[in-house]
């Protein structure tokens, strides 16, 4: 087993699978990568499983020493990672030599980037999971985030993933710190991120609770974009922009299940956007749900950046996900091919 040395942790980093399902009923959330499509994709460029344990890196990024050759992946936000000096391309395969160190620069685009190794992170399962929930001390590294000189285990990688990483070393040569394949995930199956700078479009169905704030509240979700506070965090994203009041003020709710995307308002009227570590249950009105599809959308959003609810229907919002599934599995069937036809 190989492993990855912390030179330095960066902001937030931790280990993240696609989370701990079968224990919301005992209060436990699902948790995983915020954006588990870039999580799933860069295990797919490394020959993992799609829910092996890769590294969350959010907004500036850690300092890690490779301890062996390694085949790893950065997908998601683009964070200007670097191995000795040199570019990391993302959504790409990258082949790492022994001794060189993976570091990260300004955040040009998004927030949240993923690093799968081949082999995956191999840290004890909590529950079933890898992933860190820091708020409950679970997971990961000794259920935290990073911190400097921390090890990283990585598993032994699958044949594909051995022999394509043989392949880029014979192609770069003794001396070159890094090798990438020329392929990698196509921008035409990656979701509709926000450009640098821009709104992020988010769309969104009608929450339980939509019909009993006034009409003015109604309006203003989708009037105009909403700024991400930098009071967010990976249990939920708060935001500034209209606020948002009940028709009828007063009166209890029932509390009831919450899900990632749940759009809940407390009584400041400051709606707040569930993230993967949220609460399994929630008190507050629930104004609307973010569809499945844009979820990894919202989580490269941010702090400062803006965001922009359309309305949709349920039924769109069941076709966006179905095909958003769908192309993540003809991409990951076709990097599979690459993988296979690797000399």
């Not at 499509?37 to 020959?47: H, S, Y």
């Not at 709104?199 to 109604?218: C, I, L, Y």
């Not at 974009?225 to 965090?233: C, F, I, K, L």
């Amino acid at each position: 087993m190989s492993s990855l040395y912390v030179q330095q942790a960066g902001l937030l980093t931790t280990v993240q699978d696609l989370g701990r399902a079968g224990y919301q009923r005992y209060g436990v959330p699902v948790g995983g990568a915020v954006d588990a499509f870039a999580l799933e994709t860069a295990n797919a460029l490394v020959g993992n499983a799609p829910d092996a344990a890769a590294l969350e890196i959010t907004l500036l990024g850690p300092v890690l020493a490779f301890r062996a050759d390694a085949l790893i992946a950065v997908c998601g936000a683009d964070l200007s990672p670097t191995v000795d000096g040199f570019a990391v391309p993302l959504w790409r395969p990258v082949f790492v030599r022994r001794g060189s160190a993976l570091a990260f620069g300004a955040a040009s685009a998004g927030c949240r980037a993923y690093v799968a190794a081949a082999g995956g992170v191999e840290v004890p399962a909590a529950l079933g999971s890898r992933s860190t929930l820091a708020r409950a001390a679970l997971g990961g590294v000794r259920g935290r985030a990073l911190r400097d000189g921390d090890e990283v285990p990585v598993g032994r990688p699958s044949a594909d993933a051995e022999r394509l990483a043989r392949a880029l070393a014979r192609a770069a040569g003794p001396a070159a710190p890094l090798a990438a394949a020329r392929w990698g995930a196509s921008a035409r199956a990656l979701p509709p991120y926000a450009a640098a700078g821009a709104p992020a479009a988010v769309r969104v169905t009608r929450g339980a609770e939509h019909a009993r704030f006034d009409a003015a509240s109604r309006a203003a979700l989708t009037a105009e974009p909403y700024a991400v506070t930098p009071r967010s965090d990976r249990m939920g994203a708060r935001l500034a922009g209209a606020p948002l009041t009940l028709a009828a003020p007063g009166g209890e709710l029932v509390t009831e299940p919450v899900t990632a995307g749940t759009v809940q308002v407390p009584p400041d009227g400051a709606p707040v956007l569930l993230l993967a570590d949220r609460q399994t249950t929630g008190g507050y009105p629930r104004i609307a749900q973010v569809a499945a599809a844009d979820l990894p959308v919202v989580a490269q959003v941010p702090p400062g950046g803006r965001l922009h609810f359309v309305e949709i229907e349920p039924e769109e919002a069941e076709w966006l996900y179905l095909a958003q599934r769908l192309e993540l599995e003809r991409l990951k069937a076709g990097i599979r091919l690459r993988l296979r036809s690797t000399d």
